[in-house]
């Protein structure tokens, strides 16, 4: 059965995350009602229309006037809590009057801003990771809310990289849905469901990522 507390999702990106994290929901008897913005057609468009999903575009003239719109149509469908996949800043009433969260691909502090997986690759760390952290006014300087990473080594490619963060971000979704149906600001009062935690180790198995260590239980 549906959930009855509806989600928004402000989206500009292909939305791979969000979709593989959509369907391990689905997998685990969840189906989640989701209020999806975007700016632009994009991936992430075209997964709410197949899904369903009630879906709106919003031009970005300027961060205020996009964030004032957003609010509005936010505040009229009930949604409080949204999660981004987005590129461009936001302002204004959303950030101070919604729960917004961001899931970035970095161990936050280190590497904010657009790139962030080829910037860590080329500083030569020795983890790939990524945080689900509150939204502020600063660009990804908002309250950590949770971080994943995994280890990996110097001949690490771009492309294994991103399919690592692909994993984090999907495992990061599941962790934020599952805190904003419980009602709760702490990751750690909202662990995942059995169902769901099967759900998403039956697609790291697929992606052939078993290897993968590091997310939190």
């Known amino acids: 059965m549906p959930l009855s507390r509806p989600l ?3 989206g500009s990106s292909g939305g791979s995350a969000l979709a593989a994290a959509v369907d391990c929901l689905s997998n685990a008897g969840l189906e989640q009602p989701w209020y999806v913005v975007t700016d632009r057609d994009c991936g992430m468009a075209a997964w709410a229309e197949a899904k369903a999903a009630a879906v709106t575009r919003i031009d970005y003239p300027d961060s205020r006037m996009f964030s004032e719109a957003a609010f509005s149509f936010f505040q009229r469908k009930g949604v409080q809590e ?3 996949f987005y590129t461009r800043r936001i302002d204004r009433p959303l950030i101070d009057r919604m729960k917004v969260y961001n899931i970035h691909p970095s161990l936050l502090p280190a590497f904010p801003g657009m790139g962030a997986v080829r910037k ?3 500083a030569g760390v ?5 945080t689900l952290h509150r939204v502020d006014a600063g ?8 971080q994943t990473a995994a280890t990996v080594g110097s001949d690490c490619s771009l492309e294994c990289a991103e399919r690592i963060s692909y994993v984090q971000k999907t495992w990061l979704t599941l962790r934020w849905h599952e805190m ?4 709760v600001d702490s990751p750690a009062l909202a662990p995942l469901s059995p169902a769901t935690y099967e759900a998403f ?3 790291v ?7 993968i260590s590091g997310l939190d239980g």
């Open 180 to 183: 904003m149906t419980i009602g």
């Open 120 to 122: 860590a690759l080329r």
């Open 205 to 211: 198995e697929r992606l052939g990522c078993e290897a």
């Open 126 to 130: 020795d983890r790939i990771g990524a």
């Open 139 to 146: 660009l990804d300087t908002g309250d950590i809310v949770l």
């Open 8 to 10: 928004g999702i402000i």
């Open 201 to 203: 180790s039956r697609f």
């Open 82 to 84: 949204i999660l981004l």
